[in-house]
């Protein structure tokens, strides 16, 4: 399956210019000889904004770092939840990121 996110609109948050971004998950499933049909679930509805080099998300009343861009060895922030891309995950746990090394790989095939 796959991911399907929209931008609706521009709203007001806490004084903070947001977008709200509403999304679908699509799925198909294995019938066992073959893949059936597929079945779609609405994505809870989320709001962003970005300030320079860092995207923050809307939860539980307060903005957090979702991406940060310009983010250096050493930094460290605390994503809210767990939850952020669906509402199928049964955890709300916080998780944390700290960023321990930068720069580019290349990947082969």
Same mark, same amino acid.
């Given at each position: 399956g796959y991911y399907e996110y929209h931008y609706d609109e521009d709203t007001l948050i806490l004084?903070?210019?947001?977008?709200?971004?509403?999304g679908i998950y699509?799925?198909?499933?294995w019938t066992g000889s073959d893949w059936a049909g597929g079945t779609s679930r609405d994505?809870?509805?989320?709001?962003?904004?970005?300030?320079g080099d860092?995207? *923050?998300?809307?939860?539980? $009343? &307060?903005?957090?770092?979702m991406?940060?861009?310009?983010?250096?060895i050493g930094d460290q922030w605390m994503i809210a939840d767990s939850d952020f891309y669906d509402d199928i995950s049964m955890?709300?746990?916080?998780? *944390?990121?700290?960023?321990? $090394? &930068?720069?580019?790989?290349?990947i082969e095939q």
């Open positions: 004084g903070q210019l947001c977008q709200k971004i509403t699509k799925m198909w499933y994505l809870l509805t989320k709001y962003t904004y970005v300030n860092t995207v *923050f998300y809307y939860n539980n $009343d &307060k903005f957090f770092v991406y940060n861009f310009g983010a250096e955890c709300d746990d916080s998780s *944390f990121v700290e960023v321990v $090394d &930068k720069g580019t790989m290349d």
